[in-house]
């Protein structure tokens, strides 16, 4: 199976500040990267889809970049709202993983 | 509106099974793959298992494959997970979710609230 490395696992961060959330995988999945916002209580959300495509509905300040095996999730200007845990995910192979969560709180 | 509602979660002791099932609205059934992805309490998302439109296109997570088994019925607009021999680590928040494509290898852009399973004696 292929596995997904995120990091860091936790972070703290202001509002206003720019945030980077590195994904890995460990072969080469091209695109086939997404990302998810969850937050505590609730089902998760679509963010970024095919690593760098921005979901119907979510705000500009998310980003993807990447291929291959490295992938970044970009917030631009952390908002209130963003506090949640982040999840990467392949869909490169017929099984899918998820990385294990990156949780973004408030300093 | 797209809604997907989880059923069949229970208390259930290791070593038996359970089936859950998943009602969908709001969208054309037949043209999407969709999916089955778990949450133990605490812990991170696990994909279970998918299924393509037309169920021509079946996987699973090692830790399930050759216990659960996935299906669809597109004339009820309904997916099942067949979960037997099951285990404390199969403890979960089970969430019914949608692929955004007809074969599974999109991503998931709608999700249930999901049903909880806890497998204990």
């Known amino acids: ?107 | 509106e797209v809604q997907l509602v989880e059923s069949g979660g229970g208390l259930v002791q290791p070593g038996r099974s359970l089936r859950l099932s998943c009602a969908a609205s709001g969208f054309t059934f037949d043209d999407y793959a969709m999916h089955w992805v778990r949450q133990a309490p605490g812990k991170g998302l696990e994909w279970v298992s998918g299924i393509s439109w037309n169920s021509g296109s079946i996987g699973y997570a090692d830790s399930v494959k050759g216990r659960f088994t996935i299906s669809r019925d597109n004339a009820k607009n309904s997916l099942y997970l067949q979960m037997n021999s099951l285990r404390a680590e199969d403890t979960a928040l089970y969430y019914c979710a949608k692929d955004k494509g007809a074969e599974y290898s999109s991503s998931i852009d709608y999700w249930g609230q999901g049903t909880l399973v806890t497998v204990s004696s």
């Open chain 1, 1 to 107: 199976d292929i596995q997904m490395t995120q990091s860091p696992s936790s972070l703290s961060a202001s509002v206003g500040d720019r945030v980077t959330i590195t994904c890995r995988a460990s072969q080469s999945i091209s695109s086939y990267l997404n990302w998810y916002q969850q937050k505590p209580g609730k089902a998760p959300k679509l963010l970024i889809y095919a690593a760098s495509s921005l979901q119907s509905g979510v705000p500009s300040r998310f980003s993807g970049s990447g291929s291959g095996t490295d992938f970044t999730l970009t917030i631009s200007s952390l908002q209130p709202e963003d506090f949640a845990t982040y999840y990467c995910q392949q869909s490169y192979s017929p099984t899918w993983t998820f990385g294990q969560g990156t949780k973004v709180e408030i300093k």
